[in-house]
């Protein structure tokens, strides 16, 4: 969404606009991951204006195994196909609502 679709537009909207649109989109969302819907609330919508969307299509790759953790992923539509190492095999999907990288990101500090 923000990388692909209207990336430039909006990088050029003032950072208060840009923090409400985020603290918007995402709220929902972080609310159902296990981890951060126990917060206070004042924490989730601290979290919430941090988050920046990305779109990602068909065949494209987001990380790869192996892959140092660097982002906080939430499937908020569609799905993640998970393959196996050599990118034969389908081992598992993540669905809409669903959420990775959580766990590389914590372990190394970002």
Same mark, same amino acid.
């Given at each position: 969404?923000q %990388?692909?679709?209207?990336?430039?537009?909006?990088? +050029?909207l003032?950072?208060?606009?840009?923090?409400?649109?985020?603290?918007? @989109?995402?709220?929902?969302?972080?609310?159902?991951?296990?981890?951060?819907?126990?917060?206070?609330?004042?924490?989730?919508?601290?979290?919430?204006?941090?988050?920046?969307?990305?779109?990602?299509? @068909?065949?494209?790759?987001?990380?790869?195994a192996?892959?140092?953790? @660097?982002?906080?992923?939430?499937?908020?539509?569609?799905?993640?196909?998970?393959?196996? %190492? @050599?990118?034969? +095999?389908?081992?598992?999907?993540?669905? +809409?609502?669903?959420?990775?990288? +959580?766990?590389?990101?914590?372990?190394?500090?970002?």
């Amino acid at each position: 969404y923000q %990388r692909r679709v209207h990336g430039e537009i909006f990088n +050029e909207l003032p950072s208060s606009l840009t923090s409400s649109i985020s603290l918007y @989109d995402n709220l929902a969302s972080l609310k159902k991951v296990n981890f951060i819907g126990i917060g206070s609330l004042s924490f989730i919508l601290a979290l919430a204006r941090y988050l920046k969307p990305s779109v990602y299509f @068909d065949q494209e790759y987001i990380v790869r195994a192996g892959q140092k953790a @660097d982002k906080f992923y939430i499937v908020k539509q569609g799905k993640v196909q998970i393959l196996s %190492r @050599d990118a034969e +095999e389908v081992v598992g999907i993540y669905a +809409e609502g669903s959420y990775f990288g +959580e766990v590389g990101l914590l372990l190394t500090g970002y």
